[in-house]
């Protein structure tokens, strides 16, 4: 198992396993910076943000125009999936990946089948199967990594496509938006979102025999939806200042810690796809995570980093608290380019060298999607399938790398957010943290 230590689900948080050490401060040794890439690495990263989007825009089911979770075209797939795919496409449009009609296609053909799966205080089911959208996967869900980015893609899809000029797309989002009841979310005794929900109970499924389940840590992902819940002004801004930022120093490194919802470096970066966090604290610690991974790498001899959750080449999804020293994410190196874009291309070339990216040619018909979803570096064995939601976190970071923070700046310019960012920004994430 990989070093780091993380409390596991089930478990109470056991504040003595950690070191607290303070905010996070800038290290002495800062690494690159995009204007450190050459014109050839530079040009790496375009070729695998195309073959990224190629990934994204073909594993579409047909008949309901949403996303598969895997190249394996099962069944189920996710709200999760559903936000990100919506993101990816606007940001394709935006640079040139696609034309402005297949766009609007496919966010149509996405949002109104969206508008049928089952709800729950009008908020989608976060699992359903993909033709059917009928829900899956029980009655009792975690709900708020799902609305996250269910939310974020449609504040960057609305952005992305004004009503002006695409008059179908702007009152879709805003209806399923205006569906969603959250007077109930917010825990006033604790000041945190309640955890879970339950619709056989229709309740939220805040006790559970292991604790209390609230959504209460600052470096989760589900911090970008206590952003937009205070932006909204649905939660008072105390909110915020009571996420819980614990720090843990690992490698020299210090970082804030994610909590229950750890599973490495895709949930200190997810929210941060969205919202420009790269001045604040958040953005330290997400530098501070990676340059512990790279040193971690060192420590026990592997030449590649990147530790998130992923499915491994026996076909076993490595979720919270499973992950291996052995095996390694391409897509965390993808996500981790937006601050160490020079380290990151040199991570992802010996990935491929070790066989995490098929070698394909398209001029004889064969397909590029860019990295598999990990690679055993001890064995050299390579998942069998892409993970839909990890091929989107990359291309999104990619995006933000490669084309100056325009999914960032798509995030901002949402209506509903506006210009109360600069104040969030101001007031919620560089104060009190």
Sequence with gaps: MISIPFPKRGMAFLISTLLIVGVPQASATELSTVDDLSPDETVYLLNLYQDTWRFLSEYVEPQSGLPYDASSRQPPTSVTNVGLYLAATSIAYRTGLISASDAEGRVLRALSSLEKVETWRGIPRPWFVIRTLEPTFGSEFTYGPHLASLIAGFLVTQSTFPEIAFPEIGPKIHELIQRMDFKDFYDAR????????????????????????????????TRLLSFYLVARGLVPKTHWFSLIRPVQEIEGEKFFVSGMEEGGLYVQYLSGLFIDESKSAMGESQRSYVRSQIKHAVTIGAPVWGWSSCLTPQGRYLAYGELRDDIVAPYASAMAAIYFPKEAVKNLLKMEELGARPSQDLSLGEVAYGFKDSLNWKTGDTAKHYLTPNQAMAFLSLANLLHDGI?????REAPIIDRRIEILNTELELVRT
């Excluded at 000041?191 to 989760?220: D, M, R």
């Design 190 to 221: 604790t000041g945190w979102l309640k955890g879970g929900y339950n619709v056989t109970t229709n309740n939220f499924a805040v006790y559970q025999p292991w604790g209390h389940w609230y959504y209460k840590y600052f470096a989760s992902e």
């Design 407 to 411: 999914v960032w700046q798509s995030f």
